[in-house]
Nanobody, 120 residues
């Protein structure tokens, strides 16, 4: 069974940095796009950054220039380096990936979420 397992996150003061990472466990035939969403209390889940299978990166305007997404196709991991963090970056961050499991159809998979808290 394919699962996404997140790590990292935590608390930091404004201007600081954090990294969140996500690994894929289980057998899969193919992996396509991977990325990160976030959701703050009372807000809708929003895209933070994503990376296509071809390596094309896309960022939310709110994080462009501060966050950087990277992935390791061999290790099946995706990471989000977050610099110059602001209090408004406080949210639960969710990893997602489009994966085709062995013997199955491609679908979207989500991590359990990891909390990022930025204090002013």
């Amino acid at each position: 069974q394919v699962q996404l397992v997140e790590s990292g996150g935590g608390s930091v003061q404004a201007g600081g940095s954090l990294t969140v990472s996500c690994g894929v466990s289980g057998s899969f035939a193919a992996m396509y796009g991977m990325g990160w969403y976030r959701q703050a209390p009372g807000n809708q889940r929003e895209l933070v950054a994503e990376m296509s299978a071809a390596g094309i990166r896309k960022y939310s305007d709110r994080v462009k220039g501060r966050f950087s997404i990277s992935r390791d196709m061999i290790k099946a991991t995706v990471s989000l380096q977050m610099n110059s963090l602001k209090p408004e970056d406080t949210a639960t961050y969710y990893c997602y990936a489009k994966i085709q499991p062995v013997g199955g159809f491609a679908g979207e998979y989500w991590g359990q979420g990891t909390q990022v808290t930025v204090s002013s």
